[in-house]
C-alpha cells in the first residue's frame, strides 16, 4: 500500500503562546501522523507536552462534527 505524506505548517490552538506546529499529514488515510515544533519566532522549533501530543482528538472518529477541511 503506498502512503502520501505531506508536511503541514500550523499553529497550536491549546493557548495564546501561538506556536507553530509541523504535521506529518497522511494524505490518504485523512489522518495526522505526527508532529513537531516549526521553526518561528514564537517557539523556535519547540513545542511542550500539549503541543507534541495533544493533536490526537482530531483522529477522532467520534467526533461529532465534521471538520472544515477548506476556508
Ligand atoms: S505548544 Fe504548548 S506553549 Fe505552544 S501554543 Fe501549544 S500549548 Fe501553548
Same mark, same amino acid.
Given at each position: 500500500m503506498q502512503t502520501t505524506y505531506e508536511k503541514v505548517v500550523s499553529v497550536c490552538?491549546?493557548? /495564546?503562546? /501561538?506556536c507553530q506546529i509541523e504535521f506529518t499529514v497522511d494524505k490518504k488515510a485523512n489522518r495526522i501522523i505526527s508532529a513537531k515544533g516549526a521553526p518561528g519566532r514564537t517557539n523556535e522549533g519547540r513545542l511542550c507536552l500539549k503541543g507534541f501530543y495533544g493533536w490526537d482528538y482530531l483522529n477522532d472518529?467520534?467526533?461529532l462534527t465534521r471538520r472544515i477541511t477548506s476556508p
Open positions: 490552538s491549546y493557548c /495564546g503562546s /501561538g472518529p467520534q467526533l
